[in-house]
């Protein structure tokens, strides 16, 4: 639809000088061309996939700031001392060879979980009936090292 306008003549009288005719144009109501609306669109979904990358980017520093994960992190891991700490704390529920039982196949979980995720997967005790496990530093950089082994 397209906008409709009025134009109305009116006199300007300032004192007892002379008078001018000015034009003024009304809006009759508030539609709008339909390029100015498809516009708007694009400038909105524009702005949308501008700001998400810098949220989820952001996101991301903030993990990266947690002083546990951090260390964790600039721990080297040892795949063997890994696969015994999986072994006594996680293969009741996840299997001897993390193809799931109670608890989900963790095979490939690096795929589908970043190092944060994994970290904070293992330590939170968010998703019962999962605990809550409070490795050491090394224990939790050698089990991420498993982990990712997978």
């Known amino acids: ?3 409709q306008t009025q134009s109305i003549n009116f006199k300007l009288c300032v004192g007892n000088e002379n008078s001018k005719t000015v034009e003024a144009t009304l809006l009759d109501n508030h539609l709008t061309k339909p390029e100015t609306l498809i516009q708007q669109i694009v400038i909105f979904v524009v702005a ?7 949220i989820l980017f952001g996101i991301e520093i903030i993990k990266g700031s947690d002083p546990y994960v951090k260390s964790v992190l ?4 040892n795949l063997v001392q890994g696969k015994a700490i999986f072994q006594i704390n996680c293969a009741g529920c996840h299997g001897l060879e993390a193809n799931g039982l109670v ?6 979980i690096s795929k589908y979980k970043s ?3 994994l970290i904070h997967q293992v330590t939170s ?4 009936p999962m605990p809550k496990f409070q490795p050491s530093l090394q224990e939790m950089s050698d089990l991420l090292t498993y982990l990712e082994s997978l």
């Open 1 to 3: 639809m397209y906008l």
């Open 48 to 54: 949308i996939l501008i700001a998400l990358p810098l």
């Open 74 to 77: 600039s721990l080297q891991g």
């Open 103 to 108: 608890g989900p196949s963790l095979r490939q």
């Open 115 to 117: 190092r944060y995720g």
């Open 125 to 128: 005790g968010e998703t019962p």
